[in-house]
């Protein structure tokens, strides 16, 4: 008789996460087993596994043949992960197209990922023809979700009035909601706009949150617009951007530093 895994041992979620973290390799083999036994979320998180090289060889190849089969088993996260592997190329060549059409369906099942990815397509008019309303309407449902990205850019329509009234009421608590959801982005624009308001104390706490959650393409556009901030407490806080954003490998990071330091 073979050896078979209990669906129980593999969809317990904090098992599974404390599993990859103390025992990547072990956890890897469960899921690789429970996979081949046709468990759907087995199936989605062996395509990440595999993605990451999280306690398994890192194969995107492989990777993207697993989210496929979850996806046609009706796994709307690894549908959205598929999307991911198409638009980036990750295991295949970069197909922008394929990827808004597995984006389109993850957002018709209701996932706010799948909204938010195809919402940027729709924004920037990769893959399918650019639509603002469209996308508008995407980041919105992904909002009401619940998803922390879609909150930051639905504030941004609505402060700038792009494809609906301008309402920078409902935009700063989109954004306090997105900062507070842990989007570092967001923490950036609600900080922006606290400091509009005088509230410098509460822009700064914002500001020192995105700085340690930012990667480097948010640092080194940030680190530009505090430069060009008003308030001097506000526009010292670029050196810290300069300085994490070298400490990622910015080179130009290293020249503005030593600008700064004069």
């Avoid at 899921?31 to 890192?58: K, M």
């Avoid at 957002?107 to 990815?117: H, I, P």
């Amino acid at each position: 008789m073979g050896f078979h895994l209990r669906r129980e041992e593999v969809l317990d979620d904090d098992s599974l996460k404390a599993m990859l973290e103390e025992h990547p390799a072990r956890a890897a083999q469960a899921i690789l087993l429970a996979a081949a036994q046709g468990v759907l979320e087995a199936q989605a998180l062996l395509g990440q596994i595999l993605l990451d090289g999280q306690g398994i060889e890192q194969d995107p190849v492989l990777a993207l043949r697993w989210f496929r089969i979850a996806a046609n088993g009706g796994h709307r996260m690894a549908r959205n992960m598929l999307g991911r592997c198409l638009e980036h190329g990750w295991g295949c060549a970069p197909d922008a197209r394929a990827a808004a059409r597995e984006y389109r369906l993850a957002a018709a099942a209701g996932l706010d990922w799948g909204l938010y990815n195809y919402a940027n397509l729709l924004a920037t008019g990769r893959g399918v023809g650019e639509d603002q309303v469209a996308a508008l309407a995407c980041y919105r449902r992904a909002a009401e979700l619940g998803h922390a990205k879609s909150m930051n850019l639905l504030g941004r329509y609505l402060e700038e009035g792009h494809c609906c009234p301008v309402d920078r009421v409902a935009a700063c608590e989109w954004y306090r909601l997105s900062a507070e959801g842990g989007d570092f982005r967001g923490q950036f624009s609600y900080a922006a706009v606290l400091a509009d308001l005088g509230e410098i104390d509460q822009a700064l706490g914002w500001l020192r949150q995105a700085l340690a959650g930012g990667n480097l393409k948010f640092l080194r556009v940030g680190r530009q617009a505090l430069l060009a901030a008003p308030h001097p407490g506000i526009r010292a806080l670029a050196l810290d951007y300069h300085q994490r954003a070298a400490l990622l490998g910015d080179e130009s990071g290293h020249v503005a530093l030593q600008a700064l330091r004069g």
